[in-house]
């Protein structure tokens, strides 16, 4: 990754982290390339080649009559995709290199001395202090109560400045943090993403289509007694319950658009699969997809993810936009691989830093579901049970 952030302009590596997940994680595969295009331009690329790109927040302003008002912290293009060079595929023995010249590829990568750079900041700031919060959720609750919405993800941002910054050894710091089954390594020209993401979005595989949101998060225990007693606590809350199923019913609804009728299917519904700092109530949607979808169409149809909106899903953005104060711009957005196939599999720009190295700076961002009965301290506190992995990624010396 290294030897490819000095040569690429773009780079990609995605990682399951050997986490145990249903469908499984990402591959284990290393992109790099020099050739760039939008969304809008992707179905005109050669179809024999894979894709690898990221999804802005803000493309919900295309999909739908939307926009977004509040300043951003990071200009993050709306999308970006490249064309892949280079692509290494990871197994449990060896790496297979797809390269018109992988000899010279190995022997560079050989020679490659690692540069020692750490990533220092000046300070952490929060654009959201905790009063406001506790002032705002209980201003969606009070949405909640007309009728205006059922459930709404709230988010708040941490804004960094940078003295400098590895983006390699920042990444490999988050993935002893937090290993993850969506964890991603991209780089677009000076932008970054270290995502060490929990959440699918989509999955493609042949005619079959998933998604599986999150919702439902609750500490890890420090004994396999207390660990337990936490998971059937969440488990069972009836307050996670109703917020994994909303965000299901949606995505069952969005699925529905792209789906041949009666294929959409609830696979799991609140299974729980423990992380390593957090365990996490995760449900499958599946369906199979009609044909002649080009990824812009499935993508214009579901995106973004529900789980990162709320129900109804439309009214619930435009209130994002009144009570953040962020742009989100690739928070909340999607990162993935299209195969030559047509296959691809995309994950949710969460628990994720977001890096501009020409403006010296970085933010990131968490939030949680609020719903009727969601207690604004509780929902302030999970925030930042989510943040710690990157908070001690960030001040640690």
Not at 50 to 67: M, P, T
């Amino acid at each position: 990754m290294a030897w490819a952030d000095c040569h690429f302009p773009y780079v990609a590596n995605f990682s399951h982290q050997d986490i145990c997940y249903p469908y499984g994680g990402f591959d284990q595969v290393f992109y790099a390339g020099h050739q760039s295009c939008t969304l809008e331009e992707l179905e005109k690329q050669p179809l024999y080649m894979d894709r690898v790109g990221i999804l802005s927040y803000e493309l919900k302003n295309r999909f739908e009559r939307l926009q977004s008002t509040n300043e951003a912290i990071i200009d993050c293009p709306h999308s970006v995709f490249f064309l892949p060079t280079l692509k290494m595929l990871h197994s449990d023995k060896n790496v297979q290199i797809f390269h018109e010249q992988p000899e010279r590829i190995f022997a560079e990568i050989d020679a490659f001395k690692v540069p020692f750079l750490t990533t220092k900041i000046d300070s952490i700031r929060p654009l959201t202090s905790r009063n406001e919060y506790l002032k705002n959720v209980e201003k969606i609750k009070e949405h909640i109560i007309d009728g205006d919405i059922y459930e709404m993800n709230y988010c708040l941002a941490f804004e960094v400045g940078l003295k400098t910054f590895n983006p390699v050894h920042t990444y490999l710091s988050l993935m002893k943090q937090s290993p993850m089954p969506f964890s991603v390594f991209f780089k677009a020209g000076n932008q970054y993403v270290v995502s060490a993401s929990p959440e699918r979005f989509l999955k493609k595989s042949g005619s079959r289509i998933i998604a599986q949101p999150i919702k439902g998060t609750i500490r890890r225990g420090d004994s396999a007694q207390e660990d337990e007693v936490l998971r059937q606590q969440l488990q069972h809350s009836e307050k996670e319950r109703a917020e994994n199923l909303m965000i299901v019913d949606l995505m069952r609804n969005d699925l529905a658009r792209i789906a041949t009728t009666g294929s959409v299917k609830v696979e799991e519904l609140f299974g729980v699969y423990p992380f390593k700092r957090v365990s996490q109530m995760i449900s499958t949607v599946s369906a199979s997809l009609r044909p002649k979808l080009n990824f812009k169409d499935i993508v214009a149809n579901t995106f973004p993810m529900g789980s990162m909106t709320g129900a109804p899903k439309i009214r619930c953005m435009e209130l994002i936009d009144q009570y953040e104060n962020f742009r989100r711009g690739w928070f909340s957005g999607s990162i993935g691989y299209i195969s030559a196939n047509g296959d691809f599999d995309f994950n949710v720009v969460i628990r994720s830093i977001i890096v501009d190295v020409s403006a010296n700076k970085l933010f990131f961002a968490v939030g949680s579901a609020i719903t009727y009965d969601a207690d604004p301290a509780q929902e302030y506190e999970e925030c930042l049970l989510k943040a710690m992995p990157i908070f001690d990624v960030l001040t640690a010396k």
